[in-house]
């Protein structure tokens, strides 16, 4: 832990160093996503389709995000669920940069994850592999992982094998793919622009979102999902999507470089 944590302020003071330069709102984001943002890009319409699927398990739901670091997107969800936490066994983060820790996150292992409506796991650091504890623990699991190869020691994400359904799953952009796009825009000095025009054509976008479901509520997540998107509004908007929309990853975007699902958050079920 020393050593990561070495590694930790090494990153921090880079980070100090590149918010100095004044750079454009949100790149920080995307550039340092351990202290800015997250590992994963998301929308409003990601929050707002967790959240229907939380209350789907139950009128009011628990809910746990699983490894939340700083709770970045744990804080947005908690504007449409209240009551929920998340667990982080890293306590060294917040001391290290002596951030505030919220009452909401607990610092515990994922060994000790009590029952639970729903889990959400936006991250499995490569190596590590806490799918049974999760599953154990809850009824609905909420999954996202980069296809580039954070998947656990087995390069597995999935959790089929412990009794869930695969109910729905869609396709964002990881925190990888925003930072490749915005380097080659901004901070690689003497890139050709037609250079510049060529890598944009071949953006792809690695991350996906699965929804499992033990198979006694699998139906009634299945339909929630469903209702929602009848009336999802891509209009309702974080400010931080702009970002997202500059680097060609907007709601809904057709990306010729995949072979398949190649509409961005296009939710698709099983």
Same mark, same amino acid.
């Given at each position: 832990?020393?050593?990561?944590?070495? $590694?930790?302020?090494? =990153?921090?003071?880079?980070y100090?160093?590149?918010? !100095?330069?004044?750079?454009p709102?949100?790149? =920080?984001?995307?550039?340092?996503?351990?202290?800015?943002?997250s590992?994963?890009?998301?929308?409003?319409?990601?929050?707002?389709? @967790?959240?229907? %699927?939380?209350? *789907?398990?139950?009128?009011?739901? *628990?809910? @746990?995000? &699983?490894?939340?670091?700083?709770?970045?997107?744990?804080?947005?969800?908690?504007?449409?669920?209240?009551?929920?936490?998340?667990?982080? /066994?890293?306590?060294?983060?917040?001391?290290?940069?002596? &951030?505030?820790?919220?009452?909401?996150?607990?610092l515990?292992?994922?060994e000790?994850?009590?029952?639970?409506?729903? !889990?959400? &796991?936006?991250?499995?650091?490569?190596?590590?592999?806490f799918?049974?504890?999760?599953? $154990?623990?809850?009824?609905?699991?909420?999954?996202?992982?980069d296809?580039?190869?954070?998947?656990?020691?087995?390069?597995?994400?999935?959790?089929?094998?412990?009794?869930?359904?695969? @109910?729905?799953?869609?396709?964002?952009?990881?925190?990888?793919?925003?930072? =490749?796009? %915005?380097?080659?825009?901004?901070?690689?000095p003497?890139?050709?622009?037609?250079?510049?025009?060529?890598?944009?054509? %071949?953006?792809?976008?690695?991350?996906?979102?699965?929804?499992?479901a033990?198979?006694?509520i699998?139906?009634? &997540?299945? *339909?929630? %999902?469903?209702s929602?998107?009848?009336?999802?509004?891509?209009?309702?908007?974080?400010?931080?999507?702009? @970002?997202?929309?500059?680097?060609?990853?907007r709601?809904?975007?057709e990306?010729? =470089?995949?072979t398949? *699902? $190649? /509409?961005?958050?296009?939710?698709?079920?099983?």
């Open positions: 832990m020393p050593f990561a944590i070495q $590694k930790l302020q090494s =990153a921090h003071q880079a100090r160093q590149f918010l !100095a330069r004044g750079p709102l949100h790149h =920080a984001r995307y550039i340092f996503p351990f202290f800015a943002g590992y994963f890009a998301y929308r409003k319409i990601d929050v707002l389709r @967790v959240a229907a %699927l939380a209350k *789907s398990v139950a009128d009011n739901p *628990s809910y @746990v995000d &699983v490894g939340c670091g700083y709770g970045d997107f744990l804080k947005k969800i908690r504007g449409y669920l209240p009551g929920a936490t998340g667990i982080e /066994k890293e306590g060294g983060i917040f001391y290290a940069f002596q &951030v505030a820790k919220p009452d909401y996150i607990d515990t292992p994922v000790s994850l009590t029952p639970v409506d729903v !889990a959400f &796991v936006g991250w499995m650091e490569p190596g590590q592999d799918r049974r504890f999760v599953a $154990k623990s809850a009824k609905c699991v909420i999954t996202t992982f296809a580039g190869g954070q998947c656990g020691i087995n390069g597995g994400c999935e959790y089929d094998e412990f009794g869930f359904e695969r @109910v729905a799953w869609w396709r964002t952009p990881s925190w990888i793919d925003i930072n =490749a796009e %915005l380097m080659n825009r901004y901070y690689t003497g890139l050709d622009p037609a250079k510049k025009e060529q890598l944009a054509k %071949l953006r792809t976008a690695h991350n996906f979102w699965y929804v499992y033990k198979p006694e699998a139906g009634r &997540v299945k *339909s929630a %999902l469903q929602w998107l009848e009336k999802e509004e891509p209009g309702q908007r974080f400010d931080f999507e702009d @970002v997202l929309d500059e680097c060609g990853f709601y809904m975007e990306l010729p =470089a995949l398949n *699902s $190649k /509409k961005l958050w296009e939710a698709r079920f099983d």
